[in-house]
């Protein structure tokens, strides 16, 4: 079986696994809201819900959010888009082989369901980055060879300007009727 380089292809792929990433996230603050809903206990309902707005919320559903919507703008052949995914993939693949560290420092048992999923965040997070890397090409702006002059005119540090259009007959005349 041959591999296959072709840049449109990786940009596929790259939109496939943002979708994925969003998807899983997604999935990750469903079940974290689950654990937090206790139906037999009402009392510590509040707790509940600063836990998801301090953690849940920030590290869970806006990067959800933000796969999806740059997913959009990737499948469009935005250039900003497919950087953007590429630095937040690295940014949150080096924060989620982190957080397991973080626990076993502290002297607390990783459950096999959390490294699991760290697992599988990892391995999207890794093909997530070489497809969005192999996608550059496809999006790359297309080279415009100047066809003359553009832009304006460069202002010397004397105040003058290089070249200085003649102004039309209208202007030179002055008012009207001061002949």
């Known amino acids: 079986m041959m591999r296959s380089r072709d840049p449109l292809r ?10 994925v990433q969003g998807g899983m996230h997604l999935l990750l603050a469903f079940l974290a809201v689950l654990a937090l809903m206790d139906p037999y206990d009402g009392k510590h309902a509040f707790v509940g819900f600063i836990l998801f707005g301090a953690i849940i919320l920030p590290f869970v ?3 959800a959010a933000l796969y999806l ?3 959009i703008s990737m499948a469009r052949r935005k250039r900003w888009a497919v950087i953007t995914v590429l630095v937040f993939a690295c ?15 502290d002297g607390g048992a990783v459950p096999p369901f959390g490294l699991v999923l760290t697992a599988a965040l ?4 890794s093909l997530l980055i070489l497809y969005c890397v192999r996608a550059l090409p496809a999006v790359r702006p297309p080279t415009v060879e100047p066809s003359g002059p553009r832009g304006f005119d460069v202002v010397t540090p004397g105040g003058q300007a290089r070249s200085f259009p003649t102004p039309p007959r209208s202007l030179k005349q002055g008012p009207r009727g001061s002949e």
């Open 61 to 63: 559903v806006v990067p």
């Open 69 to 71: 919507l740059y997913a």
């Open 91 to 105: 940014v949150h693949g080096a924060i989620t082989i982190c957080w397991p560290l973080l626990i076993l420092a």
């Open 10 to 19: 990786s940009l596929e792929l790259a939109v496939l696994f943002a979708r």
């Open 122 to 125: 990892l391995v999207v997070a």
